[in-house]
């Protein structure tokens, strides 16, 4: 079965750090480009960060630049966003997402909750 499953989320202070995990199974990334979006309630969905599997060559929206870093473990076939300094607006629910170099997310994880307080 092909999925990816996120973990990580949770709850913290603004100026904390949380790191979301994406567990990939079920068929070789290792040509695809990983990414995450995020959700805040009442807001379109967003790109946060992306990864090249082969490179690791990387990829941040401009407001989370220098501040969340996107890695994978090959090892693990696990793809990781390390989150530093959040802030109340990085609040949303997170979605790992893969695509197959198609220009075109098509499998993406359930998604998890990421809130931050003021």
């Known amino acids: 079965q092909v999925q990816l499953v996120e973990s990580g989320g949770g709850s913290v202070q603004a100026g904390g750090s949380l790191r979301l995990s994406c567990a990939a199974s079920?068929?070789?990334?290792?040509?695809?480009?990983m990414a995450w979006f995020r959700q805040a309630p009442g807001k379109e969905r967003e790109f946060v960060a992306q990864i090249n599997w082969s490179s690791g060559s990387t990829y941040y929206s401009g407001s989370v630049k220098g501040r969340f870093t996107i890695s994978r473990d090959n090892a693990k076939n696990t793809v990781y966003l390390q989150m530093n300094s959040l802030k109340p607006e990085d609040t949303a629910v997170y979605y790992c997402?893969?695509?197959?170099?198609?220009?075109?997310?098509?499998?993406w994880g359930q998604g998890t909750q990421v809130t931050v307080s003021s």
């Open positions: 079920g068929r070789t990334f290792s040509n695809y480009y």
């Open positions: 997402a893969a695509d197959p170099r198609t220009g075109r997310y098509d499998l």
